[in-house]
């Protein structure tokens, strides 16, 4: 890889974008992503910047911030008005349900074995609002079992886009057409999406989708992307709204109150994670460099291959079979072997996966090559 001036000119050797350790295998995207060497730099240029100098360009901010919308609006195929930055994936999933005049005897429709980042929000900040629960499970009927729960005081609809633990990924249109026969909010946590495929919500119907930036984005933690669908905006109730809220002519008066913004900067209070945000542009900016549809094939092409040779093997796969389901996720047991020796094995290697609910979980990236693959499989073979 070479640089010209800020851009990337990115050659196959992916590896180069990272500062890898060359003695380890790293295959726990799904928990948090590597930093490219580019995001470190900005985030390193911004707080030396910061300690030399103190405040920050006013233009400068702005400028990055418009750069923050600006990529993450081509990502997701939406425009940047529609974007706000987050901390988190909670907290774009807290302002969603925060947002909704909920009345009486209204009900949410919660993914019930999503990971817990919605489940927490639904059950411990609104106990006045009736909640369905509905599992995922294999995904079988997930979309006939979700619509059965759904009903006219029924005003959001919160699901994962990509499961945490299988891998699976819903078709967002199709949740987008069941939102076009009934009227509720569709709220999607994208954290475990986006960044491994192509995500486009310009026709999709999703309200808000939230997705915070530490994992398949490759971006560090204290950052995200929070969609919000611009012509519902005037129908929410403001919330985490701040000074910086609302636009100023200039930052020499702040009296009297301001109107909000008419976008989604209204849900930027102020003073945001600005060395963060540095470094997510710029690995946004990687993103696009590359081509999403590219990074999506080369997950694929190694997800595949990776559920083929487990299954040759006997294990039980909890991934769908089917690639339309498929991300980045592949996640097994073995009938006989406990995954904790099985994973306790891959840590001797220097395999960094993850153990999650009995189940060994590997995730992919596109930088992840077939020799890395064929060496977790020669460390399996060990040990079975």
Known sequence: MRRAGKEYVVS???????????????????????????????????????????????????????????????????????????????????????????KPGDNMVVQEDAFPASLYVAAYCFPQVEKRYVPL????????????????????????????????????????????????????????????????????NVDFFSAGGVKWLNAPAGTGIFYL?????????????????????????????????????????ANENFIGMNGLVESLKMVHEIGTEKIENNIMSITEKAILMLKEKGFILLTSDQRINHAGIVTFKHPKIASQKIFEHLQKRRIVC??????????????????ELQQVFSCIKEIL
């Open 229 to 269: 669908r611009q012509e519902i905006l005037h129908e929410l109730i403001p919330f985490h709204v701040g000074w910086a809220s609302a636009e100023y002519e200039n930052l020499n008066s702040f009296y009297p109150v301001r109107p909000l913004y008419s976008d989604s900067r209204r849900f930027q209070a």
């Open 12 to 102: 196959q050797n992916y590896r180069a974008l990272f500062e890898f350790n060359p003695e380890i295998i790293y295959l726990n995207h799904a928990s948090t992503g590597m930093l490219p060497r580019k995001s470190a730099e900005a985030m390193k240029e911004y707080i030396e910047a910061l300690a030399s100098a103190g405040e920050p360009s006013m233009d400068g901010l702005m400028a990055m911030q418009q750069s923050f919308r600006d990529q993450s609006a081509r990502l997701l195929d939406v425009q940047p008005p529609e974007i706000a930055f987050i901390r988190n994936t909670t907290d774009g999933l807290s302002l969603a349900l925060h947002s909704i005049d909920w």
């Open 137 to 204: 499970k294999n995904g079988d009927d997930f979309y006939e079992r979700l619509n059965q729960k759904i009903d006219d005081r029924t005003r959001a609809v919160v699901v994962d886009y990509v499961h945490f633990l299988s891998g699976y990924r819903l078709d967002l249109m199709q949740l987008g057409e069941l939102k076009h026969q009934k009227n509720f909010y569709l709220i999607v946590d994208g954290i475990q999406g986006l960044g491994a495929v192509q995500v486009s919500l310009k026709n999709s």
């Open 354 to 371: 993850s153990l999650r609910e009995g189940y060994i979980r590997l995730a992919f990236h596109f930088y992840n090559t077939d020799e």
